[in-house]
Each structure stands twice: as structure tokens, then as C-alpha cells.
């Protein structure tokens, strides 16, 4: 939906590249075809309540008030997770960096499992 125009997916690409750096050697996005549509209103083995909280990037009231009491609660509150596949062709390497979250992993597999990725 937000890659629908050319410069949106070069943005997008330029972004990737400069995130993964050298381990980006090209970069080419398409629009997900059909096949892909079931996925498009969340992922079946996420509840909405746990996709929204997993992937929201809005802050209620009281995060904000404990932002200032603590400056790196945005930087920490937000997840990353980093795919690598040059260490094997068969396997490729998931790198999660967050702050606790009790089910991150699972749901994280599970997603991907969704999606068909073995």
C-alpha cells in the first residue's frame, strides 16, 4: 500500500541499503501479488490486540511522561530484528534487540512460519 509509487520504493530501498550496508548487495521491491492478500488485515496467529501492540509505533500518555524521566525509553521501546543470510545459503541468522517481552520469539516464528518461511 505505501510502496505504490517509484519514488516511495527507492526511498525504501536506500533506507534498506544504508540499514543493512554491505550485506545489502541490490535491493528490488515489488507490490505483494494475490497470494498475499490474507495477510494484508494481520497475520491469523497474531490476536489484533497483540499484532497492535507488537508493531504499533504510537506511545500512550504514560510512555511519554516515562520518556522524560528516562531519554532512551524510545530508543529502547522500539524492536529490531535483523535478517542475515550471507553466514549460510541454507540458513539465515534473526537478530532481535528490544526490551523483554515475554513470547517475542514465538510470535516471531509463528509470523514467519505464516508466511511460509521455513
Known amino acids: 500500500e505505501l ?5 516511495r520504493r ?3 530501498c536506500e533506507r534498506l541499503i544504508e540499514v543493512l550496508g554491505e550485506s545489502c548487495q541490490s535491493c528490488d521491491l515489488q507490490l505483494a501479488g494475490p497470494e498475499y492478500e ?3 488485515h494481520g497475520f491469523s496467529s497474531l490476536p489484533p490486540a497483540v499484532a497492535d501492540e507488537l508493531f504499533s509505533s504510537n506511545l500512550s500518555d504514560d510512555d ?3 520518556q522524560e524521566l528516562v531519554p532512551d ?3 529502547l521501546k522500539k524492536s529490531t530484528l535483523s535478517a542475515d543470510n550471507s ?3 541454507a540458513h539465515t541468522l534473526l537478530q532481535v534487540q528490544c526490551l523483554d517481552h515475554k513470547c ?3 510470535d516471531i516464528l509463528r509470523t514467519l512460519k ?3 518461511i521455513k
Open 87 to 89: 553466514l549460510s545459503p
Open 73 to 75: 525509553l524510545l530508543r
Open 38 to 40: 490474507a495477510y494484508q
Open 104 to 106: 517475542l520469539l514465538y
Open 10 to 12: 527507492e526511498d525504501t
Open 114 to 116: 505464516d508466511c511460509g
Open 3 to 7: 510502496l505504490h509509487t517509484k519514488q
Open 64 to 66: 511519554i511522561y516515562s
